[in-house]
């Protein structure tokens, strides 16, 4: 609807203006593609998937989509061969052909993005966290003293479920007296 009422604006402030390709008659046709397009829209059935909206919501879809495209690779050739032209009538020109461009490249970029981004930080993601040991100015192992202050329990076969009653570090499973730790979260281990 922005894009509508800025294109129109434009229109109608430089309806006089002198221009050597037929960049008024690009922007004005736009405009007229995008108020199809959003009565398209407020034409569907919102909870209705694609495929089943009614046949001609389907084919007035596929041909708006085609002529968009083709409007725009004119509007393209029309731009780029200006020779004279009214600066605000080319500026917009410009500037709908700009954004076409970016909504057309979005979803290539945000795939690149993913596909070489999200490789390159999962490898980097250990080594930032190895080569910074204090988070948020703690250092992330416990002291002695602070193991030390844990609570000591002598194990006795019921103290746990028979599936709990291994150590959540080396996963031996306790033996009647083994000695063990408990931390505040309830996991226990080897002392």
């Known amino acids: 609807m922005i ?7 434009v229109l109608i402030t ?9 960049l008024a008659i690009f922007l004005g046709v736009s405009v007229a593609q995008q108020c ?10 919102r909870d209705v998937p694609p495929e089943a909206q009614p046949r001609w919501v389907q084919s007035i879809e596929s041909f708006m989509g085609m002529m ?3 409007w725009f690779l004119c509007g393209n050739v029309w731009t780029f061969s200006v020779q004279s032209c009214d600066p605000t009538l080319y500026t917009a020109s410009l500037a709908l052909i700009g954004f076409i461009y970016v909504c057309l490249t979005l979803p290539l970029i945000l795939i690149l993005l993913v596909i070489f981004c999200l490789p390159v930080i999962a490898l980097l993601l250990p080594l930032v966290i190895r080569y910074f040991p204090e988070v948020d ?8 003293a602070q193991i030390s202050a844990l609570e000591l329990k002598r194990y006795a076969v019921g103290d746990y479920a028979e599936e709990d ?3 959540c570090i080396c996963l031996e499973d306790y033996q009647e007296g083994s000695e063990l730790r408990v931390l505040p979260c309830a996991h226990h281990y080897h002392r």
């Open 3 to 9: 894009q509508i009422a800025l294109l129109t604006g």
């Open 14 to 22: 430089t309806q006089d203006a002198e221009c050597d390709q037929p």
């Open 36 to 45: 199809v397009a959003c009565v398209l829209h407020c034409v569907k059935k």
């Open 68 to 70: 968009m495209l083709s």
């Open 137 to 144: 100015g703690r250092e992330k192992a416990a002291t002695d």
């Open 165 to 167: 009653a291994n150590c």
